[in-house]
Nanobody
Framework: QVQLVESGGGLVQAGGSLRLSCVASGRTFSTYPMGWFRQAPGKEREFVAVASWDAGTTNYVDSYSDSVKDRFTISRDNTKNTVYLQMNSLKREDTAVYFC????????????????WGQGTQVTVSS
């Protein structure tokens, strides 16, 4: 059974940084997409970032939503079956529950609909 467990959320002041971690168990995701979504109060869950394996270059291709690009960085440690989200220059509008996600398919279409989800970790950015 696949499990995704997030950690690293918390309360931070605007302009600060946090690093989220997500450890996967139950299967290996080294060549499958892993990433992050978030859901703010009263809003729909939205895509944040994903790291997908490119078999041609044997490297990961990172994609970000426009709202976090240049502030957030996704990375992976396959020895630990873990994906990270480094969040810098945090803004109040980044406040949300952040969900780790992973896929059992190696590729996806124009939008990503993950196969697996974590339980979420709260990130609160204060002014």
């Amino acid at each position: 059974q696949v499990q995704l467990v997030e950690s690293g959320g918390g309360l931070v002041q605007a302009g600060g940084s946090l690093r989220l971690s997500c450890v996967a168990s139950g299967r290996t995701f080294s060549t499958y997409p892993m990433g992050w979504f978030r859901q703010a109060p009263g809003k729909e869950r939205e895509f944040v970032a994903v790291a997908s394996w490119d078999a041609g270059t044997t490297n990961y291709v990172d994609s970000y939503s426009d709202s976090v690009k240049d502030r957030f960085t996704i990375s992976r440690d396959n020895t630990k079956n873990t994906v990270y989200l480094q969040m810098n220059s945090l803004k109040r509008e980044d406040t949300a529950v952040y969900f780790c996600a992973a896929d059992r398919r190696p590729k996806y279409g124009s939008s990503w609909y993950p196969s697996y989800w974590g339980q979420g970790t709260q990130v609160t950015v204060s002014s």
